[in-house]
């Protein structure tokens, strides 16, 4: 099974500012999918970015935008201008073309936003 | 929007009951997942279903099975519970494929926390 490490168990931002978010995966496969998702305090996880491993050109929604390494094995979710409302737990994802339509989860990166 | 229910949000049960997680969702998706979250452990995949009547062991399908009877219903069911059970349980749905708008995208139900005393 593949393997998605997420380094960083906490982080914090002061508001306004850049933060930069971890992950690396290991995997043998040329195609696959890279997400990442929020899961805000006690409310429902939800997708915030996504890559497919073909492009080469890095994904970007709004203040979002990831840095995408493939020969690395490297994801790094890059939030802009943080706000108050992006304090969440943060989970990086793969996903396979080819065992079946599973996603590998790391383990999660808390982000306190400071204000 | 996909909208994914779950239908119990908190619940509580005793050492040995059973339990049914029930999870519904609204878009035809063929595709559902059960996943177990822990604090440090992140999601870990319990079982999915990729048909009706199909169904896929994930990571840690021990101790719990699933039943997926009509498309939009994915039920988690721990036939005898026990305090390592205690824990956070996600349903998600996605579909497959290529092109298709929002293909290969997992959306989440809101959770079950299920506290097993």
């Known amino acids: 099974a593949q393997t998605v490490t997420q380094s960083q168990p906490e982080m914090s931002v002061q508001e306004a500012e850049t933060v930069t978010l971890s992950c690396t995966y290991d995997?043998?496969?040329?195609?696959?999918?890279l997400f990442w998702y929020k899961q805000p305090p006690s409310r429902q996880m939800i997708l915030v970015i996504r890559?497919?491993?073909?492009?080469?050109q890095n994904a970007t929604e709004n203040r979002f935008s990831v840095n995408f390494q493939k020969a690395a094995k490297s994801f790094s979710l890059k939030i802009s201008d943080s706000q108050l409302g992006d304090a969440a737990m943060y989970f990086c994802?793969?996903?396979?073309?080819?065992?079946?339509?599973?996603?590998?989860f790391g383990t999660g990166t808390s982000l306190t936003v400071i204000p | 929007d996909v909208k994914v229910t779950q239908s119990s949000r908190y619940l509580v049960k005793r050492t040995g009951e059973k339990v049914f997680l029930e999870c519904v969702q609204d878009?035809?998706?063929?595709?559902m997942f059960w996943y177990r979250q822990d604090p440090g452990l992140g999601l870990r995949l319990i079982y999915f279903?990729?048909?009706?009547?199909?169904?896929e062991k994930g990571d840690i399908p021990e101790g719990y099975s699933v039943s997926r009877e009509k498309k939009e219903r994915f039920s988690l069911i721990l036939e005898s519970a026990s305090t390592n059970q205690t824990s956070m349980y996600l349903c998600?749905?996605?579909?497959?494929?290529?092109?298709?708008?929002?293909?290969?995208?997992?959306?989440f139900g809101a959770g079950s926390r299920l506290t097993v005393l």
């Open positions: 998600a749905s996605g579909t497959p494929g290529q092109g298709v708008p929002g293909a290969n995208v997992l959306t």
């Open positions: 995997t043998s496969e040329s195609d696959y999918y």
């Open positions: 890559q497919e491993a073909y492009k080469q």
């Open positions: 994802a793969y996903r396979s073309p080819n065992t079946g339509n599973q996603f590998y």
């Open positions: 878009m035809d998706h063929e595709n």
């Open positions: 279903s990729y048909d009706v009547k199909m169904k």
